[in-house]
């Protein structure tokens, strides 16, 4: 029987939880496995780590603590911005989520810390930040 070694494109079902059981992701949401080619940096480093080894049909659950998967929460990354780059008629919340253009033009999701009068403050940490991820995981196939 082969096993998942680095350079290997193979299929993967999954699902990421949260350590009080929320699911944030998984193949079933998407629908379908995941494809990926094993090393690439498509995945935390840590889990395509502890993929490789694995055989067809083996499953396996990695706790990956915050410094593994998206590093610990950072209050420096609070900023805060005037109201007025928002729409008048949007409605902000704290909680809610929208895409950001930063200066190199990529687009990232940014939370809605807390709203004052005039200023919105925004949490640009990762949005699993600071969380331990639980992933259950098993490999469907290697591909050819």
Known sequence: MSSVKKGDKIKLEYEGVLEDGTVFDSSDLKGCPLEFKVGSGQLLRKLED?????????????????????????????KEISKNYFPADQEIEPGMFFMMVMQDGRQTPVKVY??????????????????TLIF???????VC
Not at 63 to 75: F, R, S, T
Not at 136 to 142: G, N, R
């Open 114 to 131: 807390s709203i004052s009068e005039d200023i919105v403050t925004i949490d640009l940490n990762h949005p699993l930040a600071g969380k």
């Open 50 to 78: 502890a993929i490789i080894g694995m055989n067809i049909g083996e499953e396996k659950e990695i706790v990956l603590p915050p410094e593994d998967a998206y590093g610990e929460h950072k209050p420096e990354f609070l």
């Open 136 to 142: 259950k995981i098993k490999v469907i196939e290697i």
